[in-house]
């Protein structure tokens, strides 16, 4: 039998806050892959941290059997998908800096996110995931996928002998989340670094992984075989029971024709095109999904729509039967769309209850600033609760889960009822109960006649029925 490379024995955190049901039992041996399996919240990440030793412990231990006694925090590395939002500090940028030529020109490189050791050690996967050309491209400029590759390319170039990754395939396009499993199918194959996936959904268990652990509910089940998981997993993800969602009230005003027409539609940054010669016509009532590869430009596309792009005053764009720069106000565009994106998600690390970032959505801002009435609140509260997220009500926005967090901003974005609904990878971070769960919310509000809906995935099967019309990109 091989040797312990991790034993957790007893372990009981010294806060109650990250405390299990019952004490924290898992050894994991030499060579085996694991994957940490469970809902959001369950406390797949607060496990993670008691085996990082980032939790101090009451009781219990916590032992890692390293090589030639390496340091615990050289040889065990994480990242996750908040990392993402790290990247850039927030505090230091603006949303719409992406969009902006001189706004991007402030910010650094991709390039500064590696040593000259890592970068050397990383140069064959910079070429594996076509990505050779990415580190002389400013940080704000790339999409979320490829920030994700940019992020386990940095971790293995750690050369840990233990990586943990939470949810590794969200973000990433079909044929980048099928060339990462088998690149890192290869490496766990080659036995010198070991791999502890964090997911929340069965389908991103890959067939490479040697033990599924299942969490539910700060309590860790018995370790499970993939064939013993499979049979397992519809119990650890059930099926969520939808309640009333809230109808779309028409406009009291003569509503729009047209949402959006592009003719011509070109945008470039520097010697980089990223939109050549596009062309669309989106009416009102249209249901379309937006597809493409990452990088392809679809955000881009998305930011002319939602007038954070400056570039549209130098294209031939038209959002509800007025063409762009003939007096307009961008807070006129907004207030008729819902509208929601990882850059939304990662600029709203506000320290106010939930409730209060879903009322938000009404006036399109980062946080409150004014007193709100009864109305807007039970308002809020609807669609807290339509969404399964009724229990987050009055918990802190930063001190939730990534999913729990995505669910509140579900509900912001549709709080104030909107003709235009624009979702750029809403599913981001939601775990498969959840996210069928939103799909549902989403379709019924969606199929109203009036409703327009602009919706983008890497996932087909995500797409609402009531979608009708493709874009690719």
């Known amino acids: 039998m091989r040797g312990i490379k991790v034993k957790i024995n007893g372990a009981v955190p010294l806060s109650s806050a990250f405390r ?135 971790a293995l170039a750690n050369r840990p002998e233990i990586l943990i990754v939470d949810n590794p395939f969200v973000g990433l396009d079909e044929r980048s989340r099928r060339e990462l499993s088998v690149m890192l199918g290869q490496i766990a194959g080659g036995g010198k670094l070991q791999f502890i996936l964090l997911v929340s959904d069965p389908r991103d268990v890959p067939d490479w992984i040697d033990r599924v652990l299942p969490v539910s509910g700060m309590s860790v089940g018995e370790p499970l075989s993939i064939a013993e998981f499979s049979s397992k997993a519809g119990r650890l993800f059930p099926l969520l029971e939808i309640t009333e969602v809230p109808e779309y009230i028409p406009e009291p005003d003569k509503p729009f024709e047209v949402f959006a027409e592009l003719e011509n539609v070109t945008v470039r940054y520097g010697e980089r095109t990223i939109l050549d010669g596009v062309d669309w016509k989106v009416r009102r009532g249209d249901k379309w999904a937006l597809l493409g590869g990452n990088g392809s430009g679809k955000s881009t596309l998305l930011s002319l729509l939602y007038g954070d792009n400056p570039q549209a005053y130098a294209n031939r764009v038209s959002l509800f039967d007025r063409r762009r720069g003939t007096g307009e106000s961008i807070w006129e565009i907004k207030k008729r769309i819902g509208f929601l994106n990882s850059d939304i998600h990662s600029f709203y690390m506000k320290e106010i209850p939930a409730e209060e970032v879903v009322m938000s959505g009404f006036y399109d801002t980062v946080g409150l600033y004014s007193a709100q009435g009864p109305a807007r609140r039970i308002e809020a509260e609807k669609w807290l609760t339509a969404f399964g997220g009724a229990h987050l009500s009055g918990r802190t926005f930063t001190k939730l889960s990534f999913g729990e967090q995505r669910v509140v901003m579900l ?63």
């Open 20 to 154: 299990f049901r019952s004490p924290v039992d898992w050894t994991i041996r030499e060579g085996e892959n694991w994957a940490v399996a469970g809902r959001n919240g369950a406390g797949k990440s607060t496990l993670a941290d008691i085996l990082m030793r980032r939790i101090p412990l009451r009781e219990g231990s916590v032992d890692l059997y390293t090589r030639g006694g390496r340091p615990s925090y050289e040889a065990v590395r994480s990242i996750g998908f908040r990392d993402i939002y790290s990247i850039v500090d927030c505090r230091e940028a603006y949303y719409q800096q992406r969009w902006n030529a001189d706004g991007r020109e402030a910010t650094p490189l991709a390039g500064t996110l590696f040593s000259e050791m890592q970068r050397k050690a990383a140069e064959p996967l910079f070429e594996r995931f076509s990505l050779s050309g990415a580190l002389e491209k400013r940080i704000v400029s790339l999409s979320s996928g490829e920030l994700r590759k940019l992020l386990v390319i940095r």
């Open 411 to 473: 509900a912001r974005t549709l709080v104030k009822r909107p003709p235009v609904v624009i979702l750029d990878e809403p599913m981001h971070g939601l775990d498969s109960s959840w996210g069928r769960l939103a799909g549902r919310v989403i379709e019924k509000y969606c199929s109203c006649p009036e409703v327009t809906l602009i919706y983008v995935t890497h996932y087909s099967g995500e797409i609402p029925p009531c979608v009708k019309d493709i874009k690719r990109l």
